[in-house]
C-alpha cells in the first residue's frame, strides 16, 4: 500500500476515508430508514376485526341471498362499506364440512376477476359482476367469465347471548371451498396459486386459529 | 486595479462599437436600457460562468434534415411543465380527505373557484395529452433509429420516465374520488396484485394495509404530487444533458456525406 509503513494494514488517508464515507453512510440512513419503516409499516400491522350483528336467524332462507352492508373499514365513510350476500346454510348443496362459524353462508360482492361488485341476479340465481362479465352460480362457484376463484366468503356465528347473527372476518377459498387468509381478488389458489400468491401480513386472522 | 477580460457573450449582446463622431454624445434610454441589461448578465456571468452553459445547451450543432418529429420530445416535457405547474395551483385546493372532503373539493374547484375549471380542465386533459406526446416521441425515437450507440442511456432514461408518467396516470386518477376513481383504483391495484409472490406486498403498500383504508387516498396523493414529480423533473434534466451532449441524431433517410480520401485511406 503506498505511503504505509512496513506490515501497516491501514493509514490516515484510508482511516479518513473510511470514517467520512461510513458517516455519511449512518446520516443518510437515518432518515432513509424511518421513512422507508413509516411506508412500509401498515403491510405488517394487523387489522383487527369486529363481529357485526346482522340480523335474526330468521331473517334468512336457504333458497335466496339477503343484502346486507357490513363496514370493513372504520372511519371512512361509504368507501369502507361492503357487502355481504346471506343464506342459511343448506345441506343439500353445501357440501364443504359444516362448522359453528358456516350455519350461515355470507358471501363477499368482491368480484374475484379484479374486485368490482358482482349482485345477486335472483332470476338466474347466478353472480354477475357488470365490469368484465365474471359469472357464479348459486353457492358462489365460478360459473364463467374470467374469476380465478369461487367469491370470497365471511365467518358468521350465532351469537347466543343476542339470539342474533353475526358476520366476522373475511376468507378467501378455493375451488374445493377450502379456507385460506384472505387473498386479494385475480389471485388464484388452487394447485401453485397457493403459494405464488401468499399469506399478507396485515390481514385480519380468522376465529380460533380459522385462517 | 487589474482588469479581468470580458467574458465571451453573444454576438446580438455585445455593444455595438461607437459610430466616429458619436463621442460622448447622450445615450437615448433605449440605448441606457440595453446598456443596463448588460450589465446585469455581465455581473451574473462573471460570478456563475453560465453563459457558457447556455450556449453549450442552445447554440449547439443539429444535422441536416431535422423536423417537426424531432419536436415531440420537448412537446412531452412542455406538457409535464403545464401538468406540474396546473398540479400546484390544484394543490392549493384540493383535500385528499376519503370522508367526502376530496370529492367536495373538487367539486369547488370546478363548480365555484375562479378558473377552477379551466384550470383543472388543462390538468386533466394535459394528461392524456403527456400520455400521447410521449408515445409518439417514443414512437419517433424508434423508427428514427435513434436509441442505437451512443444513445442506449437516453433511451433507458426515457423509458422510466414513460414508466413514471403511467404511474402519475395511474394515482392521480384516484384524487377526484368519484365512483368511477375509486372502482378504476380499486381493479388497478388488483393487477398489481396478480404479479406472482410479490404481487400481494405491492397491493398492500399500494393501499396501506390489506383494504382500501382511510389513508390509501393521502398516499396516492403524497405519490402523484411529490414523489413522482421530483423524479420526472431530475430524469428529464439527466436525458436533456445527454441529448446535449451526444448531439441529435440525423434523420435515418440522410446518406453520411461521402469522402472519398478517407474512404480510401482506409483500405
Not at chain 2, 420530445?73 to 412542455?78: E, I, L, P, Q
Amino acid at each position: 500500500m503506498p505511503g504505509a509503513f512496513e506490515g501497516e494494514t491501514i493509514n490516515r488517508r484510508r482511516f479518513m476515508n473510511v470514517v467520512t464515507q461510513g458517516s455519511g453512510a449512518v446520516a443518510a440512513a437515518a432518515f432513509t430508514l424511518p421513512a422507508l419503516g413509516f411506508a412500509l409499516g401498515p403491510l405488517f400491522s394487523r387489522v383487527p376485526f369486529s363481529w357485526q350483528p346482522i340480523g335474526a336467524p330468521d331473517d334468512f332462507t336457504t333458497t335466496t341471498y339477503v343484502t346486507k352492508v357490513l363496514t370493513i373499514v372504520q372511519g371512512i365513510g361509504e368507501a369502507g362499506y361492503s357487502i355481504a350476500y346471506v343464506r342459511t346454510r343448506d345441506p343439500k348443496i353445501d357440501t364443504e364440512p359444516e362448522d359453528q362459524y358456516n350455519h350461515w353462508v355470507a358471501l363477499s360482492s368482491r368480484c374475484m376477476h379484479l374486485g368490482c361488485p358482482v349482485r345477486f341476479v335472483a332470476a338466474a340465481q347466478r353472480f354477475i359482476c357488470p365490469c368484465h362479465g365474471g359469472v357464479y352460480d348459486f353457492r358462489g362457484m365460478v360459473a364463467g367469465g374470467p374469476p380465478v376463484r369461487p367469491l370470497d366468503r365471511f365467518y358468521t356465528r350465532l351469537n347466543k347471548a343476542t339470539g342474533l347473527v353475526e358476520i366476522g372476518p373475511r376468507y378467501s377459498v378455493n375451488s374445493e371451498l377450502h379456507r385460506f387468509s384472505p387473498r386479494d381478488p385475480g389471485q388464484p389458489l388452487d394447485g401453485i396459486g397457493q403459494y405464488l400468491y401468499p399469506a399478507r401480513f396485515d390481514t385480519s386472522s380468522g376465529p380460533n386459529g380459522h385462517p | 486595479m487589474p482588469k479581468l477580460p470580458a467574458p465571451p457573450l453573444p454576438k446580438a449582446l455585445k455593444p455595438l462599437p461607437k459610430r466616429p463622431g458619436e463621442e460622448g454624445e447622450k445615450m437615448t434610454p433605449l440605448e441606457t436600457a440595453a446598456e443596463g441589461g448588460i450589465h446585469v448578465v455581465d455581473w451574473l456571468d462573471e460570478r456563475t460562468s453560465l453563459s457558457g452553459g447556455v450556449r453549450w445547451l442552445l447554440f449547439r450543432k443539429v444535422p441536416k434534415g431535422i423536423n417537426w418529429f424531432y419536436t415531440l420530445g420537448s412537446a412531452t416535457m412542455f406538457a409535464f411543465l403545464n401538468q406540474a405547474v396546473t398540479g400546484v395551483f390544484l394543490a392549493m385546493f384540493y383535500q385528499p380527505n376519503v370522508n367526502g372532503g376530496a370529492y367536495e373539493s373538487i367539486r369547488y374547484i370546478t363548480d365555484d373557484a375562479f378558473l377552477g375549471q379551466l384550470v383543472r380542465a388543462m390538468h386533466k386533459w394535459g394528461a392524456s395529452v403527456m400520455i400521447i406526446l410521449i408515445f409518439l416521441h417514443m414512437a419517433r425515437v424508434f423508427f428514427f433509429g435513434a436509441y442505437k450507440y451512443p444513445r442506449e442511456l437516453t433511451w433507458i432514461i426515457g423509458v422510466v420516465l414513460l414508466i413514471l408518467t403511467l404511474a402519475m396516470g395511474f394515482t392521480g386518477y384516484l384524487l377526484p374520488f368519484d365512483q368511477r376513481s375509486y372502482w378504476a383504483t380499486i381493479v388497478g391495484v388488483n393487477i398489481n396484485g396478480t404479479g406472482p409472490l410479490i404481487g400481494p406486498y405491492l397491493s398492500d403498500f399500494l393501499r396501506a394495509g390489506p383494504e382500501f383504508g382511510a389513508t390509501t387516498l393521502s398516499r396516492f396523493y403524497a405519490i402523484h404530487m411529490m414523489l413522482i414529480p421530483g423524479l420526472i423533473a431530475a430524469l428529464i434534466g439527466a436525458h436533456l444533458y445527454l441529448i446535449t451532449k451526444l448531439g441529435i441524431s440525423a434523420p435515418p433517410w440522410l446518406k453520411a456525406e461521402e469522402e472519398p480520401e478517407l474512404r480510401e485511406a482506409e483500405i
